[in-house]
């Protein structure tokens, strides 16, 4: 069955850094992009950063440029979201989501949560000030 199972969520202070994994079955992983969505209270959901599989082309929603940093691990089928200076901005349910396509190649699709494929079931970041 495919499916993408993240960890690594969890509470921090302001400042403190938390590393998410995503491990994706090989049918997934082998598709075009992955990466990360999130989603704080009453807001709406956001793309955070993608990362292709092949070649390893990342992008990231201006927000956490400079602070988050997402990775592979072809090996292991797991992509790594490494997120440091955390701010309570970033508190969010996070999300592993997997494209079969590549759509993160193009900047009218690369954050349209309608072209992602898989989704993950979330794990919750909860930064404190």
């Known amino acids: 069955q495919a499916q993408l199972v993240e960890s690594g969520g969890g509470s921090v202070q302001a400042g403190g850094s938390l590393r998410l994994s995503c491990a994706a079955s090989?049918?997934?992983?082998?598709?075009?992009?992955i990466g990360w969505f999130r989603q704080a209270p009453g807001k709406l959901r956001e793309g955070v950063a993608i990362?292709?599989?092949?070649?390893?082309?990342?992008w990231y929603v201006d927000s956490v440029k400079g602070r988050f940093v997402i990775s592979r691990e072809n090996a292991k089928n797991t992509v790594y979201l490494q997120m440091n200076s955390l701010e309570p901005g970033d508190t969010a349910m996070y999300y592993c989501v997997a494209s079969e396509t590549k759509t993160c190649y193009y900047p009218e699709s690369r954050w349209a949560e309608s072209k992602y494929d898989y989704w993950g079931q979330g794990t919750q970041v909860t930064v404190s000030s």
């Open positions: 990362i292709t599989t092949a070649i390893g082309n990342t």
């Open positions: 090989g049918n997934i992983y082998s598709g075009a992009c």
